[in-house]
């Protein structure tokens, strides 16, 4: 029987034992008892507390979700400028916890995972929204919305491609040269969008969908 008090610790134990486990697989085609082994208990008090394999995998990508979240409110909170928060944004998607190997290749796998499940593709939506969202709020009190839009688009593209990228291990890119060639991208787009912007005018007020992470609660029953 479980240990009063234990289940928080046990929880987390299993979680991010299913991470390092998808990462060493490459694929969310592993086991209860793959994961139960490697966090270090049975796969019977595994299934005690997540039921089945696939409650414990969604557990786990809202975890790296949380995480993300987490990080971004606090990057976003020290900034001091639009353009500080950016690069708070443009940093903390490369953070070392997001770079590590085995998240990585968890993100992919949970990718590839989405094609078949409409849960995981719902998290990864709420993942692609926050991160145009978080880019946008800023963009849009340096420049007219259009332009916010298509730099926010390009840079969350850009973001994910480097991410991508990595998994490539016979040609990783680091982590200070990605956020290297994100921020010049945005450097270069913000100029060119300052040169061709209208004189007049303000560069843009912040709309609905223009809000940053710290300004946005997480989804009824979905970020708890």
Known sequence: MPKVGMEP???KALVDA?????GDHGSLAVTMSDIARRAGVSPALAHHY?????QLLIE???SL???????????????RTPRERLSAVIRVSFHADQFASETIAAWLAFYAEAQRSEETRRFLVIYARRLRSNLLADLKALLP??????IAEGAAAMI?????????????IGIEASIALTEDYLTTQLGKAEISAPSSGPAGHLLPEGRRDDHIE??????T
Do not use: C, H, N, W
């Not at 299913?18 to 998808?22: P, Q």
């Not at 979700?65 to 020290?78: E, I």
């Open 18 to 22: 299913a991470l390092r486990v998808i």
């Open 9 to 11: 610790v046990r929880r």
């Open 218 to 223: 997480p989804l009824k029953g979905q970020m």
């Open 145 to 150: 919305a259009d332009a916010a839009e298509r």
């Open 60 to 62: 786990t990508i809202r």
């Open 160 to 172: 994910d491609g480097l991410y991508i990228r990595q998994s490539l291990k016979s040609a990783p």
């Open 50 to 54: 997540f039921g089945s394999k696939d």
């Open 65 to 79: 979700l949380r995480q993300l979240r987490s990080d971004t409110v606090a990057a976003l909170k020290a900034a």
